[in-house]
């Protein structure tokens, strides 16, 4: 691991900020960064589609003031990660399988640094899909926090179904790095404008992300490849018949979520044993990025599921 560069003027966040580029195992090379400290732990911050470190600066504050020490990833395709060689704006995996590489990547450096114990799990959207998956293939989280967690798109069934064996089939016809049909090549902010925009209800936050992407558009991410979608649409699938995990499980949902199913996360957490639902009237997808009361909400429901827990590290065990 290396020094990296973070843009901490655009980030919001708090001081102490050390950015890392890591290899994962099949030789991508990523960017992560972490806060030091933590008397509570440590928080592990899997971002969305399209997202990157500082963009989760406000989160990594709220975290840090609380005493968490804090790692976010870029995952591959986005941020300062690696990027299709080919188009470095469209948003690219052959596998969702490849981030569980960039998973342990990112646990090698938290063991590194010697980050506090216990280790929680924060994770928004698609970083919802490949944290499922994490948590039933390693034992070395706490519990979780799920932010609107894509473990299924909001689409329906037919529509899921067309764009599934489409997206297969151009993937078997070598048109796989191909824009989804539908997706926009420009970024989803700049694509998509503020009104009626389906992730935040508050202008100020919108205005602010927009403003990250403009100062520094490498961070920016363009629409899904075709076979971004198959690969998700396939993980997605397998998970909904995967076992579930047993540990704590909160999941923040808002009351206008329309790009992931709702019905499909109150499938899943009705499965959990230790799973609990925190709805947010009002809130759109990302909830961590909602006007200052849903915010504030957000917070006093994660802070009453960490403080009704033992503080000891559990283990990823699964039901179903």
Not at 44 to 66: C, D, M, Q, S
Not at 159 to 188: C, F, K, Q, S
Request: proline fraction near 8%; include cysteine; aromatic fraction near 8%.
């Amino acid at each position: 691991m290396t020094p990296a560069p973070f843009h901490a003027e655009i980030a919001d966040a708090p001081e102490g900020a050390r950015a890392w580029w890591l290899t994962a195992s099949d030789g991508v090379r990523l960017r992560a960064v972490t806060w030091a400290g933590g008397r509570r732990g440590t928080a592990v911050i899997f971002p969305g589609r399209t997202e990157f470190a500082e963009k989760y600066g406000r989160v990594a504050g709220r975290l840090v003031g609380r005493g968490f020490a804090v790692a976010v990833i870029d995952w591959r395709g986005q941020g300062l990660s690696d990027r299709h060689p080919g188009n470095p704006m469209l948003g690219h995996v052959e596998d969702f399988r490849d981030y569980q590489r960039d998973v342990a990547a990112l646990r090698d450096l938290v063991l590194k640094l010697a980050m506090p114990e216990p280790v929680w799990l924060f994770a928004h959207s698609m970083g919802g899909c490949i944290g499922l998956r994490t948590l039933l293939e390693r034992a070395d989280f706490r519990g979780a926090v799920f932010s609107a967690p894509m473990w299924r798109l909001h689409m329906k069934a037919a529509t899921r179904e067309l764009t599934a064996r489409m997206t297969r089939i151009a993937y078997l016809a070598g048109l796989g790095a191909r824009l989804t049909p539908g997706a926009r090549p420009e970024p989803t902010a700049v694509a998509m404008g503020y009104p009626g925009n389906p992730l935040t209800s508050d202008p100020e936050v919108f205005a602010w992300c927009l403003a990250q992407i403009t100062a520094h558009p490498e961070l920016a991410l363009g629409g899904p490849s075709m076979q971004w979608t198959s690969a998700a649409l396939q993980e997605m699938t397998r998970l909904a018949i995967a076992p579930l995990p047993t540990l704590p499980v909160l999941v923040l949902l808002g009351g206008v979520e329309t790009v992931v199913s709702g019905a499909m996360i109150r499938r899943q957490l009705a499965g959990m044993p230790a799973g609990e639902l925190a709805e947010l009237p009002g809130a759109r997808h990302e909830i961590f990025m909602e006007r200052p009361e849903i915010v504030a909400e957000v917070w006093r429901r994660i802070d009453g599921f960490l403080d009704g827990l033992p503080a000891r590290r559990g283990a990823a065990a699964v039901s179903r």
